[in-house]
C-alpha cells in the first residue's frame, strides 16, 4: 500500500476511515451532519487521531499551525462530496481537536520557552472575560484614482495599510478609502484563566495566562467557569518606554475550549466507585466520616459532624414557577482563641470537591464576589470572578469573618441566600453562580465568649442580617476542666510523636474527597414520608411555645429549610436517595445542639431565635420597650428631660435589673430613639 505522504490526503482517510466503538464511521457521519446545527467547526478527539495515525498525531503537535490547517482542508473536502449544498454556503469549516493526552496536559506553572509554538491543553478557572469584538482578517480598500476595490488580509494586531493599489491596471500609490462594510470581520474575545484551587500547592500564588478566542468558539464560558483549553502558546515582545525588550510575554491562542464538569468527575475510576460502594453499605459509615474530618483535633465530635452536612449538602431545587431553593449550608464557629478554628476550615479546604480559604481581613467585596478590572492592552472594562465565584458548586472556608470591613460583608448577602453574585458596573450588568457553602469562624468582640450575653452582643461586630443566614451557629469555649485538659494534653503530646496511629483518617482524604464528590454528584435524597412527619412535629412543638403576642420564637421557617438541607446531607452521606426516620432525628439533634447555644435566653431558660434575627432576645426587647416607656411617663409627668436616676428607680420597681438600664439606655442613644439634652438626662427623640 502507498504510504501517503500529503497531510491533507492523511488526514481525509482518517476522517473517512476511522470507525469507533460502535463500528461506525464516525467523522465521516459528523462532517454529514454539520448543516442540520448549521456548525462550523468539527471536533476531533486527539486520541482517535492518535490510534489512526500516531505519526500525524504527534506532527500536529509540533507543527500545529500547518496541520490544523490541513486537516481544515481535509474536512471542507469531503464536506463537498457529503453535502455539496452546505459547502456552497462556504461555512469554512475549522478542526478543533479535544482531549489532548497527559504528556501535552500542561500545567500553567510548567509552561516553558520550549511549549512556543506547539498544540498542548491546559486546565483552569476562567477569571476574567472581555467583550466579544470583530477583528478584521480582510480589509476593503477604494482606490479613488481607478475607482477599483481590492483587499488586504490583515494578519497578527497591527492594522496594514494598502503602498499602492492592487489592481494591475492601476498601480498608483493613492489616496485610498478604507471600506469597513466591505471587509471580512470575525468574532475575538479575550480571556484569562487562573490555576484551579485545588490544583494550586499550598503557599503558591496562582498563575495566569491570557487565551485569544475566535470565531465560533467565543462567549462558550463565563467567569467561574472551570475549563480545557486546546490551543498553541504564542508570544509577544514586551515593551517600555524606551523601546522593545529582550524579554517575551506568552498566551494562549485557542483551537477549542471545553467547559468542564464543576466536580471532575473524570477522577472517580470504576475501582474508585468500587471502593466508595463497599465503604457506603458499612453500618459505621457516618462515624467513620466524622473521625475522619481533622482526626488531629481533639474532641468537637458535634461541630465535625456539622461539617461533614456541610461537606455533603442538601439537593437544591428549582419550583415550577422558577423560585430556586439552595441546598448548600451555611455554618458560623464562633470561639475562644485557640480553640482551633482555622485548623478546621484548612482541613475542610483540603477535603472539600471544590475548597477555597481566605482571610475575613485579607479580603473585599470585590475579591469575594467579582470585580470589573480594566484590561492592561485594550483599555477595555472586563469582569474578573471572586472567590464565591470561583467556588462555585464547592466550599468557601472564610476565616476571621469577624474581622471584614463592614461594607465588603454586605456584599455576602445576596451570595448565601440567593446563591448569585450580581454586577452592575462600568456598563457591565452580569450575575454570576455562587452556589457554594460557606464555613466562617470569628471571634467574639471582647476576646472571650461571654456566657451573659447573646451571640449578636458577643460579636457585635457582624450584623443581624449575617448571622440569621447561617443554618448552624457553634460555640467553642476553652473552659479548664481536668479531666478534658488532662485528654488534650495527651493527644497533642502524641501528635507531636513521629508515628502517632491516632491523628490518621478512618477513610484516607483522597478517598473521602471523591466519596463526597460522588455522593454529591449521583445522590439526590428525597424526603419520605415519616422523615418529613418527624420534622413537621418538631417544627410545630417549637413553634407552639411562641403563639402569644409578645411570647419568643423559637424556630423560624428558616431553620425549616435548614432541617430538611441537614436530614438530606444525612442520606448522602450513607449514598441513600431516601431520607428516613434516622436522618431526620440526626438533623434534628444538630439543629438542637445549635439552638441551645445560641438561642435559649439565659432568663427564661426558652428557645428564642430572636437573638440570631433581630439582635436581642424577646425578654430583652421587652425590656427596652418598657425603658422607652418609663422614659415617656416621667417626661410627661415632669415636662421635660428625665433623670439616669428616676429611670433606674422606676426601671428596678418593674423588676429591670440597674446594669441593664444603663446598657440598655445607651443602645437606645445610639439607635437615635432618645438623646440627652444635657448631662445626665435624656429625652425621646
Avoid at 488526514?11 to 469507533?20: A, G, R, T, V, Y
Amino acid at each position: 500500500m502507498e504510504t501517503i505522504t500529503d497531510p491533507s490526503k492523511r488526514f481525509e482517510s482518517f476522517f473517512l476511515e476511522f470507525i469507533d466503538e460502535k463500528n461506525e464511521k464516525k467523522y465521516r457521519d459528523l462532517i454529514r451532519g454539520l448543516s442540520l446545527q448549521n456548525k462550523k467547526s468539527l471536533k476531533i478527539n486527539f486520541n482517535d487521531l492518535f490510534k489512526f495515525d500516531s505519526q500525524l498525531a504527534r506532527n500536529l503537535i509540533d507543527k500545529p499551525d500547518e496541520l490544523i490547517k490541513d486537516s481544515s482542508i481535509a474536512i471542507n473536502n469531503i464536506l463537498k462530496e457529503v453535502d455539496i449544498d452546505y459547502y456552497d454556503q462556504k461555512p469554512d469549516v475549522i478542526a478543533r481537536f479535544t482531549n489532548l493526552d497527559e504528556d501535552h496536559t500542561i500545567l500553567l506553572r510548567s509552561l516553558r520557552a520550549e511549549h512556543i509554538g506547539k498544540l498542548m491543553q491546559v486546565h483552569g478557572i476562567l477569571n476574567r472575560a472581555s467583550i466579544v469584538k470583530p477583528q478584521i482578517i480582510d480589509a476593503a480598500f477604494y482606490c479613488e484614482q481607478c475607482r477599483g476595490t481590492f483587499f488586504i488580509k490583515q494578519e497578527g494586531y497591527r492594522f496594514k495599510k494598502p503602498l499602492q493599489c492592487d489592481i494591475d491596471s492601476c498601480r498608483r500609490k493613492g489616496p485610498f478609502k478604507f471600506l469597513p462594510e466591505n471587509s471580512k470581520f470575525i468574532d475575538w474575545q479575550k480571556i484569562s484563566i487562573q490555576e484551579s484551587p485545588e490544583a494550586l500547592p499550598a503557599g503558591q500564588l496562582p498563575r495566569t495566562i491570557d487565551v485569544i478566542l475566535l470565531k465560533d468558539i467565543v462567549d462558550l464560558a463565563r467567569p467561574g467557569a472551570n475549563v480545557a483549553i486546546t490551543g498553541v502558546l504564542r508570544s509577544s515582545q514586551d515593551s517600555s518606554g524606551r523601546g522593545k525588550l529582550t524579554t517575551f510575554h506568552t498566551y494562549l491562542e485557542a483551537n477549542n475550549i471545553t467547559v468542564l464538569e464543576k466536580e471532575l468527575e473524570e477522577d472517580i475510576t470504576d475501582e474508585d466507585e468500587k471502593r466508595i460502594k463497599e465503604l457506603s453499605n458499612d453500618p459505621l459509615i457516618h462515624e467513620k466520616i466524622i473521625n475522619s474530618i481533622a482526626p488531629s483535633i481533639y474532641g468537637n465530635h458535634d461541630i465535625k459532624e456539622a461539617i461533614c452536612y456541610l461537606l455533603f449538602g442538601g439537593r437544591p431545587k428549582e419550583l415550577p414557577d422558577g423560585m430556586k431553593i439552595r441546598g448548600d449550608t451555611h455554618i458560623l464557629l464562633v470561639g475562644d482563641p485557640g480553640t482551633g478554628k482555622s485548623q478546621l476550615l484548612q482541613s475542610v479546604k483540603e477535603i472539600a470537591p471544590r475548597g477555597l480559604y481566605t482571610s475575613g481581613k485579607g479580603s473585599t467585596a470585590a475579591g469575594l464576589t467579582a470585580a470589573v478590572m480594566r484590561d492592561r492592552d485594550t483599555g477595555e472594562m472586563t469582569l474578573e470572578a471572586g472567590a464565591l465565584v470561583i467556588s462555585d458548586m464547592g466550599i468557601a472556608c472564610i476565616d476571621e469573618f469577624d474581622k471584614m470591613n463592614p461594607q465588603d460583608r454586605v456584599a455576602i448577602h445576596e451570595a448565601m441566600e440567593q446563591q448569585t453574585v450580581s454586577i452592575a458596573k462600568a456598563g457591565i450588568l452580569a450575575n454570576l453562580n455562587a452556589r457554594t457553602s460557606i464555613l466562617a469562624a470569628a471571634n467574639p468582640t471582647y476576646g472571650r465568649y461571654d456566657d451573659y450575653k447573646n451571640v449578636a452582643e458577643n460579636i457585635k461586630k457582624l450584623p443581624v442580617s449575617i448571622l440569621s443566614r447561617f443554618d448552624l451557629i457553634f460555640i467553642l469555649r476553652d473552659i479548664p476542666d481536668a479531666e478534658k485538659d488532662a485528654k488534650l494534653a495527651e493527644h497533642i503530646l502524641e501528635l507531636h510523636k513521629e508515628i502517632n496511629p491516632k491523628s490518621a483518617p478512618e477513610i484516607p482524604p483522597d478517598l473521602l474527597s471523591k466519596y463526597i464528590r460522588y455522593a454529591r454528584r449521583n445522590v439526590k435524597p428525597v424526603l419520605q414520608t415519616n422523615a418529613q412527619k418527624r420534622i413537621n412535629d418538631f417544627y410545630l412543638e417549637m413553634r407552639g411555645s411562641g403563639e402569644s403576642e409578645n411570647s419568643p420564637i423559637a424556630i423560624s421557617s428558616r431553620q425549616l429549610e435548614g432541617l430538611i438541607r441537614l436530614a438530606e446531607a444525612h442520606a448522602r452521606m450513607a449514598l441513600r436517595n431516601d431520607v428516613i426516620l434516622e436522618d431526620a432525628e440526626r438533623a434534628i439533634g444538630i439543629m438542637t445542639l445549635s439552638l441551645r447555644q445560641v438561642g435559649v435566653d439565659r432568663e427564661t431558660g426558652s428557645f428564642d431565635i430572636s437573638a440570631v434575627t433581630t439582635g436581642q432576645f424577646t425578654s430583652q426587647r421587652n425590656k427596652m420597650l418598657e425603658i422607652e416607656k418609663i422614659i415617656e411617663e416621667l417626661s410627661e409627668e415632669k415636662g421635660g428631660p428625665v433623670s439616669t436616676e428616676s429611670i433606674i428607680e422606676l426601671a428596678l420597681a418593674r423588676g429591670i435589673e440597674k446594669d441593664f438600664v444603663e446598657s440598655g439606655l445607651e443602645d437606645l442613644q445610639r439607635k437615635g430613639v432618645i438623646f440627652k439634652p444635657y448631662s445626665d438626662h435624656w429625652k425621646k427623640a
